[in-house]
């Protein structure tokens, strides 16, 4: 499988993976402020560890094991690469995703607050997609992505 590479710069504010880019760091050469860490262009497959956190085999992070009805909603974008939607240790969904380029880009957070045994659902069409939780409140909500690549607020409601 091709492998690109991803600066450990770009990994500045992200809550949910600053001990997977802890973990990178260590690995690295300790003075090069350059260093970077391979990643593949697919997440690879969920795994749950000891400490009972889910990751994935290729991108790592650190999030809910769901299991209703499922641990991450992986989505196959319109140019055929992944995005996926986990919900992390926070219970804010996080999302991931690769390019054409191969850049995949870390977790940046889309914020909520999910309850993590309600799960997701989730509905595409071209480039846009409706992500949703059970909020805090036992209400679905949902955060939809336009077809320009911008998210709404979360909104009260399934969405579809």
Not at 135 to 150: A, E, I, K, L
Request: net charge positive; charged share 15%.
């Amino acid at each position: 499988m091709k492998s690109w590479t991803l600066k450990l710069a770009t990994l500045a504010g992200s809550a949910v993976l600053a001990a997977a880019a802890a973990t990178a760091s260590a690995q690295a050469a300790p003075a090069a402020p350059s260093s970077t860490v391979k990643i593949e262009k697919t997440p690879g497959a969920p795994y749950q560890t000891d400490d009972g956190w889910c990751h994935f085999t290729n991108w790592g992070g650190s999030f809910y094991c769901l299991r209703a009805p499922v641990d991450a909603v992986v989505w196959k974008k319109p140019d055929g690469y992944p995005q996926v939607f986990v919900l992390g240790t926070n219970r804010a969904v996080y999302s991931r995703w690769s390019t054409a380029p191969g850049v995949s880009s870390w977790y940046g957070g889309l914020g909520g607050s999910c309850k993590p045994e309600s799960g997701f659902d989730s509905r595409a069409n071209g480039w846009s997609i409706t992500i949703a939780c059970v909020g805090d409140d036992g209400g679905w909500w949902h955060n939809t992505r336009s077809t320009s690549g911008s998210w709404s607020d979360w909104k009260r409601g399934k969405g579809f």
